[in-house]
T-cell receptor
Framework: GIQVEQSPPDLILQEGANSTLRCNFS?????LQWFHQNPWGQLINLFY???GTKQNGRLSATTVATERYSLLYISSSQTTDSGVYFC???????????FGEGTQLTVNP | DAMVIQNPRYQVTQFGKPVTLSCSQTLNHNVMYWYQQKSSQAPKLLFHYYDKDFNNEADTPDNFQSRRPNTSFCFLDIRSPGLGDAAMYLC??????????????FGPGTRLLVL
């Protein structure tokens, strides 16, 4: 099956710093989503981005489908950005969303 | 606001005692999913309903069952919970325009503890 690898696995930042999270995938995808799982466990949609670039406030994402990777940028990080960031993909021959193992982000005040 | 609701947020059950988790949605989405997430792991799909059609994942234990009596509600039944079933259970929905193009929206989850 498709492999989804996220890096780094853990990231610790000071408030105000910028960061880049990466998601590599091993096959062509029809669907790529970025989620933030907050400390209470809820998965929150950040982006639906099978290709191209999108921005939402301090967050932006870019997917280069031909090179099989996606990047999530967080600028001017805040303590509320802490949690786990998941990348999830859906391949054309598959029937389910496949999640990466996540990046655990901690933003310290 | 349109949303995915899960009740209860925390559930404690005894080893072997059947338990039911519930999910409701006001998004009028065709597809509803149940995921299991254990500590420090990614969510794992158990099954999903596309309208009334039930789709079970090959590796989902028989101990886990699901019911969808109508568009808005979906239930997860664990017939004989074991200690290994303690986890966060996440419900999600999507429009169903084509699963590969769908955006999935998640509820807040139910954290299950088995004593």
């Amino acid at each position: 099956g498709i492999q989804v690898e996220q890096s780094p696995p853990d990231l610790i930042l000071q408030e105000g710093a910028n960061s880049t999270l990466r998601c590599n995938f091993s096959d062509s995808v029809n669907n790529l989503q970025w989620f933030h799982q907050n400390p209470w466990g809820q998965l929150i949609n950040l982006f639906y981005i099978p290709s191209g670039t999108k921005q939402n406030g301090r967050l932006s994402a870019t997917t280069v489908a031909t090179e099989r990777y996606s990047l999530l940028y967080i600028s001017s990080s805040q303590t509320t950005d802490s949690g786990v960031y998941f990348c999830a993909v859906f391949i054309s021959s598959g029937s389910r969303l496949t999640f990466g193992e996540g990046t655990q982000l901690t933003v310290n005040p | 606001d349109a949303m995915v609701i899960q009740n209860p947020r925390y559930q404690v059950t005894q080893f072997g005692k059947p338990v039911t988790l519930s999910c409701s949605q006001t998004l009028n989405h065709n597809v509803m999913y149940w995921y299991q997430q254990k500590s420090s792991q990614a969510p794992k799909l158990l099954f999903h309903y596309y309208d009334k059609d039930f789709n079970n994942e090959a590796d989902t234990p028989d101990n886990f069952q699901s019911r969808r009596p109508n568009t808005s509600f979906c239930f997860l039944d664990i017939r004989s919970p074991g200690l290994g079933d303690a986890a966060m259970y996440l419900c999600a929905t999507s429009r169903g325009v084509g699963l590969a193009q769908d955006t999935q929206y998640f509820g807040p989850g139910t954290r299950l503890l088995v004593l």
